[in-house]
């Protein structure tokens, strides 16, 4: 809120020490509510609706207008979070965030492909790589 | 239906906002950090940075390498530090741009230890650590950049950041934060980002990399400090200075005063940085809290660690820097 640029820390645990993946993906949607609500809330005629009040009028409701079809996604989604009652929570398995987490970073780990490097630039890096642990740390040529 | 014209004649909310200091308030830590600076000075391990300060006029003390900043040269560090930093990543769509009012998010370098994500076993991290975590952060859409989280210690101690590097490109797309602090794997990770940018020139313009370090406080630039910070304004690539001060114990044990050693390590590095190469990107961190006296532990996530985070955010904003403080 104090607008700094870059906020660090996402996925770790004791003070820096210990990395957890699945606090990464935990912090990642605390993330995107904060952001949420360091957004704040927008005052224009587009939001404050006063036609849409007037047409609902008293003890109507707002399901059913075109304006919450169209903003249904300018809510928070988030999906670790469970927002459900008790009850369907239990009928749901009973899964806690942090399983829930967990489960999301292994798919994300085994299924995520990010862009690959050009295949050239890869091998000259790895030899870079080989050639510093020999001349910086002295090892043994590979 | 009424007409309804714009709005006219009043600011209006861009979200929410909190602001920690007056003016008053900044320019009494701002007056306090020039006096240490000229007065006290700091202490300066290697002489290529001494010879930097001397050079750029400062009063430097060769037996006790300590460099003495004048206020003049400290505010003509800050005036040519860019405002605007953008942080680059292999997939452009991927760039970052820092610049006041613009909040992101990002991992944090140098963990040792790893909860392993299938096994949940607390173990050392390794270097398949650094390209698993690397996946995760490229496909994470609140994860900007991705500052790499784990050393890899399956790896020789003195390569580990030139291995980090390599398992970072080849799993993340997005800009990446490396601490190499010694000259040799400095040069090689300078490099090998120069290889994927396609050359010095290419990597000066879209600096994959951007260099991360810490002074050690109170008030001490390291060898490993100055040197990242020279070879980052050299090869015009974002240094980023976190100063990891601990109020009671690295740092006065007052908030104010911790602020004020705090800010005369990062300042005192951006002077070296601009006097290395005047307009070179800047990055102004903090790792600051305070020291929990009853438990000789830093206090992460404490009330003291959020403050100094809203302080440091607002110094940096006052100076027109980009800032990176701690979320966790």
């Known amino acids: ?142 | 239906m009424a007409k309804r014209n714009l709005f006219a004649g009043g600011s209006r909310s861009r979200g929410l906002g909190l602001t920690l200091f007056s003016s008053e308030d900044m320019e009494s830590i701002h007056l306090s950090t020039l006096e240490v600076l000229e007065r006290t000075g700091v202490f300066v391990e290697a002489d290529e940075a001494l010879d930097i300060f001397a050079d750029g006029g400062c009063s430097v003390d060769r037996e006790q390498h300590v460099a003495r900043i004048p206020p003049h040269i400290v505010e003509e560090a800050i005036a040519a530090a860019p405002p605007r930093v953008t942080l680059c990543g292999r997939d452009p769509r991927n760039d970052v741009v820092l610049e006041p009012g613009r909040v992101s998010f990002c991992t944090f370098s140098e963990g040792i230890m790893m909860i392993d994500v299938r096994t949940g076993e607390y173990r050392p991290t390794t270097k398949q650590d650094v390209a698993d975590i690397g996946r995760l952060t490229d496909y994470l859409s609140q994860m900007d950049t991705y500052q790499i989280s784990v050393v890899s210690r399956d790896v020789p101690t003195e390569t580990y950041e030139i291995h980090n590097l390599q398992a970072a490109l080849l799993n993340t797309t997005k800009p990446l934060g490396t601490g190499p602090l010694e000259p040799e794997d400095t040069r090689v990770v300078i490099d090998m980002a120069a290889l994927v940018a396609g050359g010095m020139d290419e990597l000066r313009e879209r600096p994959l990399i951007y260099l991360c370090g810490c002074p050690v406080s109170p008030l001490k630039l390291t060898a490993g400090c100055t040197n990242f910070v020279i070879a980052a304004a050299r090869a015009g690539l974002p240094a980023l200075v976190i100063s990891m001060a601990m109020a009671g114990g690295s740092a006065p044990v007052a908030l104010a005063g911790t602020l004020v050693t705090h800010n005369t390590e990062v300042l005192a590095t951006l002077v070296l940085s601009q006097l290395t190469e005047r307009g070179s990107p800047f990055i102004y961190g903090s790792s600051t809290t305070a020291l929990d006296l009853r438990f000789a532990a830093a206090s992460v996530g404490s009330p003291e660690c959020a403050m100094i985070n809203a302080a440091v955010a607002y110094l940096a904003k006052q100076y027109r820097l980009p800032s990176f403080v701690a979320g966790a």
């Open chain 1, 1 to 142: 809120m104090a607008g700094a640029n870059l906020i660090y820390g996402a996925g770790m645990l004791e003070s820096g020490v210990t990395f957890d993946c699945s606090q990464l993906v935990i912090d990642d949607e605390i993330a995107s509510m904060i952001k949420y609500a360091v957004g704040g809330i927008p005052v224009n005629d587009g939001t404050l609706m006063v036609e849409d009040i007037a047409t609902v009028g008293a003890r109507g409701d707002f399901l059913s207008m075109d304006s919450t079809l169209r903003l249904t996604r300018s809510q928070t989604q988030p999906r670790l979070i469970d927002r459900r009652v008790r009850a369907e929570w239990e009928m749901d398995g009973k899964s806690d965030m942090y399983a829930r987490a967990r489960a999301k970073a292994l798919e994300i780990i085994e299924s995520h492909r990010p862009e690959p490097l050009d295949a050239a630039i890869a091998e000259r890096l790895r030899i870079m790589v080989a050639d510093a642990d020999q001349t910086i740390a002295g090892a043994a040529p590979a």
